[in-house]
Nanobody, 124 residues
Framework: QVQLAESGGGLVQPGGSLRLSCVDSGPPFSTNAMAWFRRAPGKEREFVAGITWRGHITYSKESMKGRVAISRANTRNTVTLQMSSLKPEDTAVYFC?????????????????WGQGTQVTVSS
């Protein structure tokens, strides 16, 4: 059974970096696609990045372009989002998500497994 738990959020100054982690406590070596979404105050949930178990990566063409890197450790069912050059507009709740298929999709409705989310606040 897929159970996702995020960690690593917090308060960071503009220009700073942050690393988010997500662990799927289900059976190891999951072939599910995993992704990160975020929801800023007053906005819809949006795709940030996703990765397949084979390591194929999809990044959003809009949100955080060039400022994030996603990686995955299949032995530990862990996906990491490294964020850099953070801006105040990156302030959001960041969610880890997984779907029961191998391919990454960019719409929230394509994911059935969600973590609770971790708050990232970028402020001086």
């Amino acid at each position: 059974q897929v159970q996702l738990a995020e960690s690593g959020g917090g308060l960071v100054q503009p220009g700073g970096s942050l690393r988010l982690s997500c662990v799927d406590s289900g059976p190891p070596f999951s072939t599910n696609a995993m992704a990160w979404f975020r929801r800023a105050p007053g906005k819809e949930r949006e795709f940030v990045a996703g990765i397949t178990w084979r390591g194929h990566i999809t990044y959003s063409k809009e949100s955080m372009k060039g400022r994030v890197a996603i990686s995955r450790a299949n032995t530990r069912n862990t996906v990491t989002l490294q964020m850099s050059s953070l801006k105040p507009e990156d302030t959001a709740v960041y969610f880890c998500a997984a779907r029961d298929f191998e391919a990454v999709e960019t719409e929230p409705d394509d994911y059935v497994h969600w973590g609770q989310g971790t708050q990232v606040t970028v402020s001086s």
